[in-house]
């Protein structure tokens, strides 16, 4: 028997108009239909915060009305509690939330809407379960959603996602942002929106009001068009409309501030932080920095980005699951993404490593395709892409890039779906699920701070070469032995090599500056060894000095013919269909015999900048003193040669490795820039003619106090020098313009750095070859011109580490063997371990032989005649007192020594 109230009149509607309204709505109870005068429930019920004793139960009428809500664990109600009524009115758009408090844990409630003391359901009623309680053990399940067709343009778009997800055992339901895909401008058409994506109105809200809402708690966080206008940011001017909007036809667990939609929940052993990544976001055209922020903007200062900490912090749960409405992964090229915030994004990987918070996971959404896998090795923590709901084939994500993923990639136009997580004390399951509940692709990982990962394969995985996937981050997954047929294209790939170029010289070169800032700058970038011949070595091998064999610049133990040439970044890129080409500096003393896996050769084995010897693929060529002669002007010219060259086989990859030879000294500016106006910093440091060296080595303590004329010497050497990297500048920014007007820029890679450092009057000293700050410390920019973004680093990175950086990056294994380590962790934002020391070596009888150890805060030096230094780096950055000498540190030197001798010997 239905129970059914029509009967009813109102007084209040004794208008024409107003009774002619009223008839407009109406609610079907199977076959009955009964058009009322009476207020209504038109929307709901839909039930949300839902906790182990707690649940809200949002509605909306079509009238002004008062509203309860009965319930009870029985099915027909008997028994049943009553809540206290309250008033839906027309200035929340008669929109309404009650709460039910004192429930009991993991429990069935039953329940019915009473408007105007009138019921809006009959047996069988709707009902939802309680949680189990936060912290507890629990085997559940629960789905996913994301991105749903745009149901204004498309309200017969059926989605039969919702029927499949309710066929599942799950205890709750969430929806990752879009849930629609217009882009309401103003208080009344977010309304309308809110309504209709889960209403009669529109094909997928009634599959929704029939097969979500009355069956499962429902979570929602939101994203652009949920909040406002296309990658709409914290300056959409109705930005406290959608707010208002959203906080009226959603049952939001309560919001730690009102000001934005971010919210936590817990079920069992997993806790789950829902961002705002909207209303608080700065706009992504800002410059990035510590102020450009996805989750606070400057509106509420630290507020999101403070309460995810804390929460995470504070956690007990096995596991934390952030959601995220637009991907983390900083390989995907979109300009909402996470990518174009990477100060951020770091700060929270970093946070969350520092912390050593286990079991962080990664939900995120927005790429309209059907869902994707990153174990962590791209991502910085594992991530799961949300496959779309019900989108048309016009809306799905066939062209923008899409990044790596270290598990693959569901593309094309039939991957609609959901995802399925399915928790347990001991592992936690994803499972991408398609329209019917087919398992597209399964992953699971073990609780554990190692965070193991398995993958159960993808199927219908597009492996097509076509597929934009970033071989930086390919290649990280193939040395690890995951994702091997993920590998799309290779980047190109471009190493300038300066040559003596002190850390501090950029601010003089205006195209690199340009360049920095949609790159990686390394802080800390140091060579192991200040020298040219065995830096260059170390550059190409990634060995240290005492592995590769060049010890010098010349003598036995230098020079080129002692490096083997066999084992460099060229003979592994060169093997893997890489087209090779060097130009300029190559180790010194070459000879021009065939160097092993370049294809096109245009060295110098020691160029002076005019009047010099160049070997042009073995032919010896040489070159005057006329102003196209100039050394810098060539090589870049031999360069751009090399690209045009390549244009004719442009599905081939190549390497360049580009060296100047500039600015060592006796830096030789070209003509055109010889009579640049240049102005020195006006400050010296304090070690710059170092008074009191009592405490430096022998060799030092030899050096007399600068004269006036030495140090006139000096500045016009300085001078010069900026004067000579403005050619470099410009073969940069001539090499830019050519990639750009090629199509490359976008896949290629650009890597400078300095063969070692210089000293200008430090320590009375004007060379290199030394341990000093000074002569180790070099630029290194990285530019990606696949994922442009600007950052720094401040680990500690080498010159050594330059050739398994490249090898990745081309897609390769990392060869085993190697002193260096791969920059490209540091460069995707992952969360990794890094190098806490490293050795220097120096073979050279002029500054005396010696090794150091650099780490973050200490330098201790050994040399061959027994003098030491050692030096507190963040207390004396100058190096100007050696604590070598000093009894309170004699354990830390011999830790030092021992820890020296085990690197000699790696």
Same mark, same amino acid.
């Given at each position: 028997?239905?129970?059914?109230?029509?009967?009813?009149?109102?007084?209040?509607?004794?208008?024409?108009?107003?009774?002619?309204?009223?008839? =407009?709505?109406?609610?079907?109870?199977?076959?009955?239909?009964?058009?009322?005068?009476?207020?209504?429930?038109?929307?709901?019920?839909?039930?949300?915060?839902?906790?182990?004793?707690?649940?809200?139960?949002?509605?909306?009428?079509?009238?002004?009305?008062?509203?309860?809500?009965?319930?009870?664990?029985?099915?027909?109600?008997?028994?049943?509690?009553?809540?206290?009524?309250?008033?839906?009115?027309?200035?929340?758009? =008669?929109?309404?939330?009650?709460?039910?408090?004192?429930?009991?844990?993991?429990?069935?409630?039953?329940?019915?809407?009473?408007?105007?003391?009138?019921?809006?359901?009959?047996?069988?009623?709707?009902? #939802?379960? /309680? #949680?189990?309680?936060?912290?507890?053990?629990?085997?559940?399940?629960?789905?996913?959603?994301?991105?749903?067709?745009?149901?204004?343009?498309?309200?017969?778009?059926?989605?039969?996602?919702?029927?499949?997800?309710?066929?599942?055992?799950?205890?709750?339901?969430?929806?990752?942002?879009?849930?629609?895909?217009?882009?309401?401008?103003?208080?009344?058409?977010?309304?309308?929106?809110?309504?209709?994506?889960?209403?009669?109105?529109?094909?997928?809200?009634?599959? #929704?009001?029939?097969?979500?809402?009355?069956?499962?708690?429902?979570?929602?966080?939101?994203?652009?068009?949920?909040?406002?206008?296309?990658?709409?940011?914290?300056?959409?001017?109705?930005?406290?409309?959608?707010?208002?909007?959203?906080?009226?036809?959603?049952?939001?667990?309560?919001?730690?501030?009102?000001?934005?939609?971010?919210?936590?929940?817990?079920?069992?052993?997993?806790?789950?932080?829902?961002?705002?990544?909207?209303?608080? =976001?700065?706009?992504?055209?800002?410059?990035?920095?510590?102020?450009? &922020?996805?989750?606070?903007?400057?509106?509420?200062?630290?507020?999101?980005?403070?309460?995810?900490?804390?929460?995470?912090?504070?956690?007990?749960?096995?596991?934390?699951?952030?959601?995220?409405?637009?991907?983390?992964?900083?390989?995907?090229?979109?300009?909402?993404?996470?990518?174009?915030?990477?100060?951020?994004?770091?700060?929270?990987?970093? #946070?969350?490593? /520092?912390?050593?918070?286990?079991?962080?996971?990664?939900?995120?959404?927005?790429?309209?395709?059907?869902?994707?896998?990153?174990?962590?090795?791209?991502?910085?923590?594992?991530?799961?892409?949300?496959?779309?709901?019900?989108?048309?084939?016009?809306?799905?994500?066939?062209?923008?890039?899409?990044?790596?993923?270290?598990?693959?990639?569901?593309?094309?136009?039939?991957?609609?779906?959901?995802?399925?997580?399915?928790?347990?004390?001991?592992?936690?399951?994803?499972?991408?699920?398609?329209?019917?509940?087919?398992?597209?692709?399964?992953?699971?990982?073990?609780?554990?701070?190692?965070?193991?990962?398995? &993958?159960?394969?993808? &199927?219908?995985?597009?492996?097509?070469?076509?597929?934009?996937?970033?071989?930086?981050?390919?290649?990280?997954?193939?040395?690890?032995?995951?994702?091997?047929?993920?590998?799309?294209?290779?980047?190109?790939?471009?190493?300038?090599?300066?040559?003596?170029?002190?850390?501090?010289?950029?601010?003089?070169?205006?195209?690199?500056?340009?360049?920095?800032?949609?790159?990686?700058?390394?802080?800390?970038?140091?060579?192991?060894?200040?020298?040219?011949?065995?830096? =260059?070595?170390?550059?190409?091998?990634?060995?240290?000095?005492?592995?590769?064999?060049?010890?010098?610049?010349?003598?036995?133990?230098?020079?080129?013919?002692?490096?083997?040439?066999?084992?460099?970044?060229?003979?592994?890129?060169?093997?893997?269909?890489?087209?090779?080409?060097?130009?300029?500096?190559?180790?010194?003393?070459?000879?021009?015999?065939?160097?092993?896996?370049?294809?096109?050769?245009?060295?110098?084995?020691?160029?002076?900048?005019?009047?010099?010897?160049?070997?042009?693929?073995?032919?010896?060529?040489?070159?005057?003193?006329?102003?196209?002669?100039?050394?810098?002007?060539?090589?870049?010219?031999?360069?751009?040669?090399?690209?045009?060259a390549s244009e004719a086989n442009d599905a081939q990859p190549f390497l360049m490795y580009i060296a100047p030879g500039a600015p060592h000294k006796p830096a030789t500016p070209a003509p055109r820039h010889q009579d640049l106006d240049v102005t020195l910093p006006t400050v010296r440091p304090p070690s710059f003619d170092e008074q009191d060296v009592s405490d430096k080595p022998q060799w030092v303590q030899e050096l007399d106090r600068l004269s006036a004329r030495q140090i006139k010497k000096l500045d016009k050497a300085q001078r010069n020098v900026v004067r000579t990297l403005q050619a470099v500048d410009e073969a940069v920014g001539d090499l830019m313009d050519t990639l750009a007007t090629n199509g490359e820029l976008e896949n290629t890679i650009i890597m400078f750095v300095s063969d070692n450092g210089l000293l200008f009057g430090e320590h009375r000293h004007n060379e290199k070859k030394v341990a000093y700050e000074e002569g180790i410390?070099?630029?290194?920019?990285?530019?990606?011109?696949?994922?442009?973004?600007?950052?720094?680093?401040?680990?500690?990175?080498?010159?050594?580490?330059?050739?398994?950086?490249?090898?990745?990056?081309?897609?390769?294994?990392?060869?085993?063997?190697?002193?260096?380590?791969?920059?490209?962790?540091?460069?995707?934002?992952?969360?990794?371990?890094?190098?806490?020391?490293?050795?220097?070596?120096?073979?050279?009888?002029? /500054?005396?032989?010696?090794?150091?150890?650099?780490?973050?805060?200490?330098?201790?030096?050994?040399?061959?005649?027994?003098?030491?230094?050692?030096?507190?780096?963040?207390?004396?950055?100058?190096?100007?007192?050696?604590?070598?000498?000093?009894?309170?540190?004699?354990?830390?030197?011999?830790?030092?020594?021992?820890?020296?001798?085990?690197?000699?010997?790696?």
């Amino acid at each position: 028997m239905f129970e059914l109230y029509c009967s009813r009149s109102r007084a209040r509607h004794s208008s024409r108009s107003a009774a002619k309204a009223r008839q =407009r709505n109406t609610f079907q109870i199977e076959s009955l239909e009964c058009r009322t005068l009476m207020a209504v429930m038109t929307d709901g019920p839909l039930v949300g915060a839902v906790t182990d004793t707690e649940a809200r139960i949002w509605f909306k009428t079509d009238d002004d009305a008062s509203v309860q809500v009965q319930y009870s664990t029985s099915a027909d109600l008997s028994n049943a509690i009553t809540t206290a009524p309250i008033s839906t009115v027309k200035a929340s758009n =008669r929109t309404g939330i009650i709460e039910l408090e004192g429930l009991l844990p993991e429990t069935r409630y039953y329940y019915r809407i009473i408007v105007d003391s009138t019921p809006q359901q009959a047996s069988n009623y709707p009902s #939802f379960t /309680t #949680f189990a309680p936060a912290g507890s053990t629990r085997d559940f399940s629960f789905a996913v959603m994301a991105d749903l067709e745009d149901t204004d343009d498309f309200p017969s778009a059926p989605a039969p996602v919702y029927e499949q997800v309710a066929s599942e055992d799950i205890e709750f339901v969430m929806q990752i942002g879009d849930f629609d895909h217009r882009d309401p401008g103003r208080l009344s058409k977010m309304r309308k929106m809110h309504r209709e994506v889960r209403g009669p109105a529109t094909a997928a809200g009634a599959e #929704f009001a029939e097969h979500i809402a009355p069956n499962f708690p429902f979570f929602h966080t939101w994203d652009d068009h949920d909040y406002g206008k296309n990658n709409g940011d914290k300056t959409f001017g109705r930005r406290a409309e959608a707010i208002q909007a959203i906080n009226e036809y959603y049952p939001f667990p309560d919001l730690p501030n009102p000001a934005g939609i971010w919210h936590d929940f817990s079920y069992a052993q997993v806790d789950v932080f829902m961002l705002d990544l909207r209303s608080q =976001r700065d706009n992504h055209n800002d410059l990035d920095g510590p102020q450009k &922020s996805m989750l606070d903007g400057d509106i509420i200062a630290n507020g999101q980005k403070q309460w995810l900490e804390n929460g995470l912090l504070n956690s007990t749960a096995t596991w934390k699951i952030i959601v995220s409405s637009v991907p983390f992964n900083p390989t995907v090229e979109r300009k909402d993404g996470w990518e174009l915030y990477p100060h951020e994004r770091l700060e929270l990987l970093d #946070f969350i490593a /520092t912390n050593n918070i286990q079991n962080a996971i990664l939900l995120s959404a927005d790429m309209h395709f059907g869902g994707a896998v990153d174990d962590g090795s791209t991502s910085g923590l594992p991530e799961i892409q949300l496959p779309h709901t019900n989108m048309a084939n016009d809306h799905v994500n066939t062209t923008t890039r899409p990044g790596f993923w270290s598990e693959g990639i569901l593309t094309g136009v039939d991957n609609a779906g959901y995802l399925l997580v399915t928790v347990n004390e001991t592992q936690i399951t994803f499972d991408i699920k398609g329209v019917d509940g087919e398992v597209n692709q399964t992953f699971t990982i073990a609780a554990a701070g190692s965070q193991t990962l398995t &993958s159960g394969g993808i &199927s219908g995985f597009n492996e097509s070469s076509e597929e934009p996937a970033l071989s930086a981050q390919t290649s990280l997954a193939v040395s690890q032995g995951l994702a091997a047929n993920a590998v799309a294209t290779q980047p190109n790939i471009v190493l300038f090599v300066t040559d003596d170029q002190r850390f501090d010289t950029l601010q003089h070169m205006a195209n690199l500056q340009q360049l920095q800032q949609n790159s990686t700058t390394f802080n800390n970038a140091f060579v192991t060894t200040a020298l040219s011949g065995p830096s =260059r070595a170390s550059i190409l091998s990634g060995l240290y000095a005492h592995n590769h064999g060049v010890l010098n610049n010349g003598d036995k133990q230098g020079g080129a013919d002692n490096f083997d040439d066999s084992e460099t970044i060229a003979t592994w890129l060169r093997d893997a269909g890489y087209l090779t080409g060097i130009f300029g500096k190559y180790i010194n003393q070459y000879d021009g015999s065939p160097i092993e896996g370049w294809d096109d050769v245009h060295v110098s084995g020691k160029p002076d900048y005019f009047n010099y010897t160049m070997f042009a693929n073995g032919v010896e060529e040489a070159y005057g003193d006329a102003p196209e002669d100039y050394f810098t002007d060539v090589v870049s010219a031999k360069a751009q040669d090399f690209l045009a060259a390549s244009e004719a086989n442009d599905a081939q990859p190549f390497l360049m490795y580009i060296a100047p030879g500039a600015p060592h000294k006796p830096a030789t500016p070209a003509p055109r820039h010889q009579d640049l106006d240049v102005t020195l910093p006006t400050v010296r440091p304090p070690s710059f003619d170092e008074q009191d060296v009592s405490d430096k080595p022998q060799w030092v303590q030899e050096l007399d106090r600068l004269s006036a004329r030495q140090i006139k010497k000096l500045d016009k050497a300085q001078r010069n020098v900026v004067r000579t990297l403005q050619a470099v500048d410009e073969a940069v920014g001539d090499l830019m313009d050519t990639l750009a007007t090629n199509g490359e820029l976008e896949n290629t890679i650009i890597m400078f750095v300095s063969d070692n450092g210089l000293l200008f009057g430090e320590h009375r000293h004007n060379e290199k070859k030394v341990a000093y700050e000074e002569g180790i410390r070099v630029p290194l920019l990285v530019y990606d011109g696949r994922n442009p973004v600007q950052q720094s680093i401040d680990e500690m990175v080498l010159n050594i580490d330059l050739a398994p950086t490249i090898a990745q990056m081309a897609g390769l294994s990392v060869p085993s063997g190697l002193n260096g380590t791969s920059l490209v962790p540091l460069l995707e934002g992952q969360s990794v371990s890094w190098r806490e020391d490293f050795l220097i070596e120096n073979y050279t009888k002029r /500054t005396a032989e010696h090794d150091a150890l650099r780490t973050e805060q200490w330098k201790y030096v050994e040399y061959k005649n027994g003098d030491r230094e050692l030096y507190d780096l963040e207390a004396d950055p100058f190096e100007l007192e050696s604590q070598h000498g000093n009894p309170a540190y004699q354990t830390m030197i011999t830790e030092f020594s021992a820890r020296l001798a085990q690197l000699k010997a790696s």
